[in-house]
Structures are given as structure tokens and as C-alpha cells.
């Protein structure tokens, strides 16, 4: 999704909707990277945006989903989601492993361990946007 398309409103709902939904996850990660919070946050967000373009359908056209409910759908992706969310949004390497890294940890939480067949394949949580907004 070009950041062009985006609206600063529908920016700043994301981010909020990022940060209620990793919750503490995301201080977690960005204490041990060589990225800010707030970077942390920002990432989190285009890649929620870039996700809702694809939609659940689009998503699952290159990956497994691995749990589901109303507040979100958790996937194990193929084909580089997170290098290509990182050459659209010209994100730097640290800025593409931080937020990799917020989602796996939170697909391991709910659903066990990584299977070795999926350490190849890049975490990704669609979460739904919150009614009423």
C-alpha cells in the first residue's frame, strides 16, 4: 500500500490499534533492537495497513492460517512478506526484524512452538479493525 494512500486519521488509528494490540510485546522487542519504540510502532502499523489491503484471502494465497477468531487471524506466510513489506515501505533491515520479530513471538505465545517447516516462513498477524471506528 503506498503511503500516499493512506490517511493521516486512518495512520493514527492503526498505530493506536497496533499498540493496544501487542501491548507490552512491543517494549519487549524494542529494548533488544537497534530501533526506537516508536520506530517499532510505526513499522507495525504500515505493515497492518499493507495487510489489510491484502486482505485474509490474499494473505492465505501465500500462507497457512494458524489461528483465528474475531480480533484477529495469525499466518505463517511464504514468498518474503516481511522483505517485501521492508522494499515498499523502504524499511531498514533492523526496522523489518523488530516488528518479524513482535509477530512471531505473539504466533508462538498462541499457537506453540515454530515447527522447523515454518522457520523459513515469516510471521504475520492481520488484526481486525476495531468496530465503530
Not at 493512506?6 to 519487549?28: K, M, N, R
Not at 502499523?45 to 500462507?63: E, F, K, P, V
Not at 515501505?89 to 520479530?101: Q, T
Amino acid at each position: 500500500m503506498p503511503l500516499d494512500s493512506v490517511t493521516l486519521d486512518e495512520f493514527s488509528q492503526t498505530i493506536d490499534t497496533v499498540e493496544d494490540y501487542f501491548g507490552s510485546l512491543i517494549d519487549d522487542v524494542a529494548v533488544h533492537a537497534s530501533i526506537s519504540r516508536r520506530q517499532l510502532v510505526a513499522v507495525l502499523a504500515r505493515a497492518q495497513l499493507s495487510g489489510r489491503q491484502l486482505d485474509t484471502a490474499g494473505l492465505t494465497d501465500n500462507g497457512d492460517i494458524v489461528h483465528q477468531s474475531n480480533d484477529e487471524t495469525l499466518f505463517w506466510l511464504d514468498g518474503g512478506f516481511w522483505t517485501e513489506l521492508g522494499g515498499l515501505h523502504y524499511l531498514s533491515p533492523d526496522e523489518g526484524r523488530a516488528a518479524r520479530e513482535v509477530h512471531r513471538r505473539l504466533i508462538e505465545a498462541v499457537a506453540g512452538d515454530v515447527a522447523d517447516y515454518n522457520r523459513e516462513r515469516d510471521p504475520f498477524i492481520l488484526i481486525n479493525e476495531p468496530s465503530g471506528r
